[in-house]
């Protein structure tokens, strides 16, 4: 199981982004994805999945704003993100587990993890 965040950069306060996590040796049909973010000098913290039946989950301080979505075929999985503030400034990784129910953003869950992409919002 492998996974591989990309897409991050800088963008101005209001912009859009979207990160991509591709990843490969599963199939997305069978296991939730988890996006987490690291703000620096914090603690990680959840913030959107996708269950292997399709169905998502946004945390609040996100929700409205950034939507996840996901290719089974290509086995790639985005968050796309709009109306961005400084404080979405994070590294911000994808994750996998192969799942017991709907899936969640507790971090503690997920075993499978890739390396993140830093997403800097800032004028």
């Known amino acids: 199981v492998q996974l591989q965040a990309s897409g991050g950069g800088l963008v101005q306060p209001g912009g859009s982004l979207t990160v991509s996590c591709v990843t490969s040796?599963?199939?997305?049909?069978?296991?939730?994805i988890g996006w987490f973010r690291q703000a620096p000098g914090k603690e990680r913290e959840g913030i959107s999945c996708i269950s292997s039946d399709g169905s998502t989950y946004h945390e609040a301080p996100v929700r409205g704003r950034f939507t996840i979505s996901r290719d089974s075929a290509g086995n790639t999985v985005w968050l796309h993100m709009n109306s961005l503030v400084p404080e979405d400034t994070a590294t911000y990784f994808c994750a996998a587990v192969f799942p017991r129910s709907t899936c969640t953003t507790v971090e503690y869950e997920y075993p499978y993890w890739g390396q993140g992409t830093l997403v800097t919002v800032s004028s």
């Open positions: 040796g599963f199939s997305l049909d069978f296991y939730n």
